[in-house]
């Protein structure tokens, strides 16, 4: 968990802290790192870590609580889910390119966290476990691609995959 209080200087080290993981998350794998790296990356004490962070999944948990505030207010006033998804995504790649470049799971748990509902019926929580799998497994192969595809064509597959879950391949 992450505890970011108000307080400006709390932020600026937060965001400090992340960009420094971003950095080194480009060439280290995430079960690889430690304080001491992100520490010496970016100059705050372990004090100040710990102050903020409780762990280094915690860094990359606070900046998707971040888009995720974004991406829900884009929701809100979209039409096609579908476009606003690869829209926002492709507009914040750097985040997702690092979480994808680590491992899906991680992504897939942060998506759960925001839009999971105790109130979903046994049916509802299946169909909600297969829309975050399916879209954070295609949003990890688009980015793992280099995304070749654009928006409009990730838009199109995305559709199409939707409208033949019939179609299993098992």
């Not at 505890?3 to 998350?25: C, F, G, P, Q, T």
């Not at 942060?110 to 399916?134: A, G, R």
Request: a positive charge; hydrophobic letters at 40%.
């Amino acid at each position: 968990m992450y505890h970011i209080s108000n307080d400006l200087r709390a932020k600026k080290s937060a965001e400090k802290i992340y960009r420094s993981l971003r950095h080194i998350l480009f060439n280290k794998s995430i079960e690889h790192i430690t304080i001491t790296d992100i520490k010496n990356e970016c100059g705050v004490s372990r004090a100040t870590f710990y102050r903020l962070f409780d762990n280094v999944i915690d860094v990359l948990e606070m900046k998707m609580d971040y888009f995720i505030l974004l991406y829900k207010k884009d929701l809100l006033q979209s039409q096609d889910h579908i476009s606003t998804f690869y829209n926002f995504w492709n507009n914040h790649n750097d985040f997702i390119y690092i979480l994808s470049k680590q491992q899906e799971h991680i992504l897939k748990k942060l998506f759960i966290k925001h839009f999971y509902q105790t109130s979903y019926n046994k049916l509802d929580l299946y169909l909600f476990e297969v829309q975050i799998s399916v879209m954070t497994g295609l949003l990890s192969k688009w980015v793992e691609r280099g995304k070749q595809e654009s928006v409009d064509e990730m838009i199109k597959i995305t559709k199409q995959i939707l409208n033949n879950t019939s179609k299993l391949l098992f």
